[in-house]
């Protein structure tokens, strides 16, 4: 354990990543997602992605017990439910993916998945007619790969919630339902694959102190009465994302 400690403390941009992991939690706690959109950018740029995803997931379970008493009481079960048998079956393909891809090739994947997000929403996309199950089951097993592959749990149903009719406070309350099971979901895995070392669980329980305390200040800071303020945060988040993920502001891309 010494030498895990030691390891932790000695992780390149460690102040850095414990800054940004702050400033995503304040995001988590406001709009209920955000974590990775701000976080794994960042952090690809000190550590190896498959690091990126054991620590990211890791963080995201720590910090689970200051959001989800709340989302419990407001989310939706039963659909929550659905999404996440869905994903429990695509995360290891998505672990898969990212075994086999360039780093850079996953980094453009995850700026054009924000890119579309970002899109769809702007320009006010809104479907109008009730999701069916299997429909249900095809956003929860997107997600469940794009999760694996790249750390970004949230934004295939982040976008299939923003997008649709529902109020703010239910958004908010089913995304932190179905991102809570997914991280536990692809921890599973990761420990099935040996990936989760001590070193690595060190670090993320270093990080877990400013996510945990900043997760708790920004869900003080959200009302469910402002939903177009709710909104704009949002797309300010994956603006953001989109941004700071590209490879081409990589050193030496």
Do not use: C
């Amino acid at each position: 354990m010494p030498d895990a400690l030691s390891q932790a403390l000695a992780t390149p941009g460690l102040v850095w990543l414990m800054m940004v992991i702050g400033v995503a939690g304040v995001v988590r706690g406001f709009t209920g997602f955000g974590t990775a959109l701000v976080f794994v950018p960042v952090a690809n740029i000190f550590l190896d992605p498959k690091q990126v995803l054991v620590v990211i997931t890791l963080t995201g379970i720590a910090s689970n017990a200051v959001v989800l008493p709340r989302a419990w009481r407001q989310g939706s079960h039963g659909e929550v439910a659905t999404l996440v048998v869905a994903a429990l079956l695509t995360v290891p393909v998505g672990l898969w993916l990212l075994g086999v891809l360039d780093k850079t090739v996953v980094r453009w994947i995850i700026a054009a998945v924000g890119m579309v997000m970002l899109a769809s929403l702007i320009t006010g996309w809104r479907y109008a007619t009730e999701v069916t199950r299997p429909a249900l089951l095809a956003i929860g097993a997107a997600a469940g790969v794009v999760g694996g592959m790249t750390g970004l749990t949230g934004p295939v149903v982040i976008l299939f919630y923003l997008a649709g009719q529902a109020v703010a406070q239910s958004v908010r309350a089913n995304t932190i339902l179905f991102l809570a099971a997914l991280d536990v979901v692809i921890l599973a895995n990761l420990v099935f694959r040996g990936e989760v070392t001590w070193g690595l669980l060190v670090l993320a329980l270093i990080l877990s102190i400013p996510y945990a305390s900043a997760t708790i200040l920004g869900q003080a800071l959200f009302d469910p009465r402002h939903e177009r303020l709710y909104r704009y945060s949002a797309y300010a988040v994956i603006a953001l994302a989109v941004v700071s993920g590209l490879p081409v502001w990589d050193t030496g891309a």
